[in-house]
């Protein structure tokens, strides 16, 4: 099973983590509505991570208790790092970019969603690769690392590092990953199953 820890912070953006929750925990290796009674086919775990227990509030006044803490996740085999404007202050964070930078070295995937890839450009993971972020940060992405091809009309970017565009772009970004992980069918079938539309923009380029 593939651990998906995803991070939580202040001022999160909702859809950029819960999109990629939903998607991620809903997918199955067994199609149909009763495989999803049970985690029996399941490839992903998923659970949220912040830098602290303490309870999140994010964009909108949703409060949400984290999983685990940073000092006590279990191993984060993929790492999703959303967006939102809570992610400027984190840029001058020392500790979030610091813990971001450290993660690379221990996952086998890293990804982000919307303004999430402030951080890993921050953290010097896009140094040199094709990345995407929301439309109104394109700029600022660019000016973080100027080495950064910044993918300014594609809605998924693969380039070592998944990265999306805004908000419902990271379940797009999810169902990339999941196709990668698991193949087209499972990936089409979830989809399917959670109604939403895979179309040719939401493929990673």
């Avoid at 099973?1 to 990629?20: H, K, N, R, Y």
């Avoid at 000016?143 to 590092?161: A, C, F, K, L, M």
């Avoid at 992980?181 to 895979?198: H, K, M, N, Q, S």
């Amino acid at each position: 099973m593939t651990s998906v820890g995803i991070f939580i912070f202040d001022d999160v953006e909702v859809l950029d983590f819960a999109g990629p929750f939903e998607v991620f925990s809903r997918t199955r290796t067994v199609p149909g509505v009763d495989s999803r009674r049970t985690d029996d086919s399941a490839p992903f775990k998923v659970f949220t991570v912040a830098k602290r227990h303490d309870p999140v509030t994010a964009i909108g006044g949703l409060r949400v208790i984290p999983d685990y803490a940073w000092h006590d996740a279990p191993a984060i085999d993929l790492l999703v790092v959303p967006g939102g404007f809570g992610t400027r202050p984190l840029l001058n964070d020392a500790a979030t970019v610091d813990w971001i930078a450290a993660m690379a070295g221990k996952t086998s995937q890293m990804t982000s969603v919307c303004t999430g890839a402030l951080l890993l450009a921050k953290a010097g993971l896009l140094a040199g690769r094709r990345a995407t972020t929301h439309w109104a940060a394109h700029d600022l992405l660019a000016s973080i690392d100027p080495t950064i091809r910044v993918e300014r009309e594609s809605r998924v970017v693969h380039d070592g590092v998944f990265t999306s565009a805004g908000v419902a772009a990271g379940m797009d970004m999810a169902f990339a990953v999941v196709e990668r992980l698991c193949g087209r069918e499972v990936a089409d079938e979830t989809a399917r199953y959670i109604e939403f539309p895979r179309t040719a923009r939401s493929v990673a380029v």
